[in-house]
């Protein structure tokens, strides 16, 4: 059903926790070794019971399956290795009864090359859909029409023998990138989201927002002044040595996502979150994508799923946001299915992994924004470590073994410690292993723990319920002299003075000059003392209290 009146429930989105499953790797109930559908309906309830608001589900949709669904063969379908669009009617009620929100990824940057708008555009330079994908001319002397790279290694062009032409690329030869600048190719990924619209979906999670439109004139990117790997393409892979002004962030790409919010915008409640991964110009990306109330409704960027562990970087990301983006929302993660699990960048031992990933969750759930859960962190899940002949992920594959790849993110999710696999599958094989140190963590066996980290996880996301200021209040920073991370979360008459010391020394702080504690507010798993206007804490340790 459809409306233009915006429903008193339409900003459920701005301080929401997401929780976001990868399918393959959540639960399978076919015994073929892969996640499915049924999985994720099977295991809703353990999704609820941690006091989230919405799930996020990786891609599901037919696929080659090249890399792992986000190469995309048919938009309105659901891959037969993951079931139906029966199951996925039925999961979604079921989600829907337990109260969450379904959020669905859209990745429309660039199909499967075995989808049929691609297979009809390679056949020749004048059939309907000849102009749906980025083409262009060779050199004359053969070499591909500019300097563009894949981020999954290797130019950014593959050439075609029957259309003797080049086409673009961004990630895999496989991922040729659509054209957005042709109308009809908008129609189309719009005329998709629109069917999952109608079948009820509560938003999209859009995969590589910024690279929908490139430079119609296919110039050359200029070389980076500082050549530097990001989370995007890591150190051992020459993207980073280009400077990325025309094969992504066109401008162009703001009218399109208009059209987009307009089209979500007939229906009630629904949101946006859009991934944003532009380098140093990010913050500037996200304040355009979300600004005024007609594009997203929010962004998340790669700045937060690096190994900086300290009160000064989470400080300046936090800062940075605000100061650059006045009107738009940020959604904030540790981790997700791209990067190396946060236990293992932010703990500096095995033995602290329970402290820090409990620490984790409480500095995130207190920032000012939505959040994002990866599966299995609410168990402290480290990454694991794979061997070669293991490997799925092409990407590791390729740059192996200067990088790993993402296949150590992306280990199936451990339920009940003491059987096969730790209860994901009843195959012999799984698709990628279960580590023994996962399934000692496994849902089961920290169910009968109290101590645990996932029922923190439950006391954490409850206690963000409980005070209106941490879903969508004011966030200032203190300065102070020692080396931790100081804020007040405010909101009408509730004030909160939050001090974590992210170091793995006691420190005592003494407060500034206009801020002082009225009384100290238990927060789960922290038991930091004050006295006065100065506050102990021990060792990787948060304090809460309410400030006058």
């Not at 029409?145 to 961004?170: A, C, K, M, T």
């Not at 999209?204 to 989370?231: E, H, I, Q, S, W």
């Not at 981790?335 to 095995?350: I, K, L």
């Not at 300065?479 to 001090?499: P, Y």
């Amino acid at each position: 059903m459809t409306s233009t009146k915006k429903a008193a429930g339409a900003d459920w989105w701005r301080g929401s926790v997401i929780y976001q499953v990868y399918p393959r790797s959540f639960q399978d109930t076919d015994a073929n070794g892969l996640g499915d559908i049924k999985g994720i309906t099977r295991r809703l309830p353990h999704i609820a019971a941690l006091g989230v608001d919405a799930i996020w589900l990786a891609p599901f949709f037919t696929s080659p399956m090249a890399d792992m669904g986000y190469d995309v063969a048919d938009y309105c379908d659901v891959d037969p290795i993951f079931g139906t669009l029966a199951d996925f009617d039925e999961m979604m009620a079921a989600a829907h009864q337990l109260g969450l929100k379904v959020i669905i990824d859209q990745v429309i940057s660039h199909t499967s090359d075995q989808h049929p708008w691609f297979v009809e555009s390679r056949t020749s330079r004048d059939n309907a859909k000849a102009d749906w994908y980025v083409w262009a001319d060779p050199k004359p002397d053969g070499t591909a029409p500019n300097n563009w790279l894949s981020i999954f290694g290797g130019p950014g062009w593959e050439w075609d023998g029957v259309r003797r032409q080049y086409y673009q690329h961004n990630f895999l030869t496989s991922q040729p990138d659509l054209n957005f600048h042709n109308s009809d190719v908008q129609d189309a990924v719009l005329a998709a989201v629109k069917f999952w619209l109608e079948r009820g979906v509560d938003g999209f999670r859009l995969d590589t927002v910024n690279y929908y439109f490139c430079d119609k004139k296919l110039r050359d990117n200029p070389p980076a002044l500082v050549a530097t790997g990001g989370l995007d393409a890591p150190e051992s892979n020459p993207y980073g040595m280009q400077n990325h002004l025309y094969d992504k962030t066109q401008p162009e790409n703001v009218n399109f996502l208009k059209r987009f919010r307009a089209l979500l915008d007939q229906y009630e409640d629904r949101t946006t979150v859009g991934e944003v991964g532009d380098g140093a110009r990010s913050l500037q990306t996200v304040a355009a994508y979300t600004s005024g109330g007609d594009k997203l409704h929010m962004c998340y960027t790669f700045d937060l799923l690096g190994p900086d562990f300290t009160p000064a970087h989470f400080r300046r990301c936090v800062s940075d946001f605000q100061d650059n983006v006045v009107d738009g929302w940020v959604c904030w993660a540790f981790s997700n299915h791209d990067v190396q699990r946060h236990v293992s960048r932010f703990a500096e031992t095995e033995a602290e992994q329970p402290r820090v990933a409990k620490l984790a969750i409480s500095l995130l759930s207190t920032l000012r924004g939505s959040i994002c859960l990866y599966q299995g962190e609410e168990l402290g899940l480290p990454e694991a470590e794979l061997a070669f002949e293991d490997l799925r992920d092409p990407y590791g594959i390729r740059f192996w073994p200067a990088f790993k790849g993402r296949d150590g993110c992306r280990t199936p999710m451990p339920w009940e410690a003491s059987r096969a696999h730790a209860g994901f599958t009843t195959a012999d094989k799984s698709w990628l292993p279960v580590p023994y140190q996962h399934a000692a963590l496994a849902v089961d066996k920290q169910e009968a723990e109290e101590a645990s980290v996932l029922h923190h996880y439950r006391q954490t996301l409850a206690f963000r319920k409980e005070h209106a200021a941490l879903r969508d209040g004011d966030m200032t920073f203190l300065d102070t002299e020692e080396d931790i991370l100081a804020f007040t979360r405010q909101k009408g008459n509730e004030a909160l003075l939050f001090v974590f010391n992210l170091s793995r020394k006691p420190v005592k702080v003494t407060l500034p000059a206009g801020i002082a504690i009225a009384n100290t507010v238990p927060m789960p798993g922290f038991g930091a003392a004050h006295a006065g206007k100065v506050i102990t804490l021990a060792a990787l340790d948060v304090f809460c209290g309410k400030a006058v």
